[in-house]
């Protein structure tokens, strides 16, 4: 399994980045990809996760209403999609997937419980 995130920058708060999270290798049916961040000093926590056979998502208050999770089976990436940066949202956000993904949703915020994990990628708003 591989898992790659692009997309990461500067961006100045209020304004919007995309992140894109390639998935390969995969042999299981039901499997999930979540979003994660991490920031200087803290621990890593769940920003929004998807199971890709149904689609249910999942999103930490901190993000609701601002990122959004999609998942483009064709190319077969899932984008987190982030609007109204705010500084706080400053991190290295990285991807990861879950081989079963029926408690996907539930076990978003922890990620410990997640697989595997891509190389992160690093977004930085400025106030």
């Known amino acids: 399994v591989q898992l790659q995130a692009f997309g990461g920058g500067l961006v100045q708060a209020g304004g919007s980045l995309r992140l894109s999270c390639a998935a390969s290798?995969?042999?299981?049916?039901?499997?999930?990809i979540g979003w994660f961040r991490q920031a200087p000093g803290k621990e890593r926590e769940g920003v929004s996760c998807i199971r890709r056979s149904n689609g249910n998502t999942y999103s930490a208050d901190s993000v609701k209403g601002r990122f959004t999770i999609s998942s483009d089976n064709a190319k077969k990436t899932v984008n987190l999609q982030m609007n109204s940066l705010k500084p706080e949202d400053t991190a290295v956000y990285y991807c990861?997937?879950?081989?079963?993904?029926?408690?996907?949703?539930?076990?978003?915020?922890?990620?410990?419980?997640?697989?595997?994990w891509g190389q992160g990628t690093l977004v930085t708003v400025s106030s």
């Open positions: 990861a997937a879950k081989g079963d993904g029926r408690l996907a949703t539930v076990l978003c915020e922890v990620p410990t419980m997640w697989d595997y």
């Open positions: 290798g995969f042999t299981f049916d039901d499997y999930a």
